[in-house]
């Protein structure tokens, strides 16, 4: 019942762009903050972006700042990843993550999506 789906991954040129969208469904959208995570062949799952759960703070990797942009939209329990000027070095499974926003002290609900290919190539 509990779904992330993901869709707008695939083959772009170096400098080009793509915008990738997490649905959510399921769960209370809303009191999650919202992540996209990717792993590249060979490499270690990375956090790239995250988004509070009212879209008003945002943190970055480094390697991306400038270049993504998250964003969500409440009403429609939508998480998007903006990507401009991308590199080969972006190349990489792309996963929408949700994780509970908590006071009290219990593990959090966290729920992945699928995963999406991004390929940066000429």
């Known amino acids: 019942q509990v779904q992330l789906v993901e869709s707008g991954g695939g083959l772009v040129q170096p400098g080009g762009s793509l915008r990738l969208s997490c649905a959510a469904s399921?769960?209370?959208?809303?009191?999650?903050?919202m992540n996209w995570y990717r792993q590249a062949l060979g490499k270690e799952r990375e956090l790239v972006a995250r988004i509070g759960v009212s879209g008003d703070t945002t943190k970055y990797a480094d390697s991306v700042k400038g270049r993504f942009t998250i964003s969500r939209d409440n009403a429609k329990n939508t998480v998007y990843l903006q990507m401009n000027s991308l590199k080969p070095e972006d190349t990489a499974v792309y996963f929408c993550?949700?994780?509970?926003?908590?006071?009290?002290?219990?593990?959090?609900?966290?729920?992945w999506g699928q995963g999406t290919q991004v390929t940066v190539s000429s």
């Open positions: 399921g769960f209370a959208f809303n009191i999650y903050v």
């Open positions: 993550n949700a994780k509970e926003s908590l006071m009290a002290m219990r593990d959090p609900y966290i729920y």
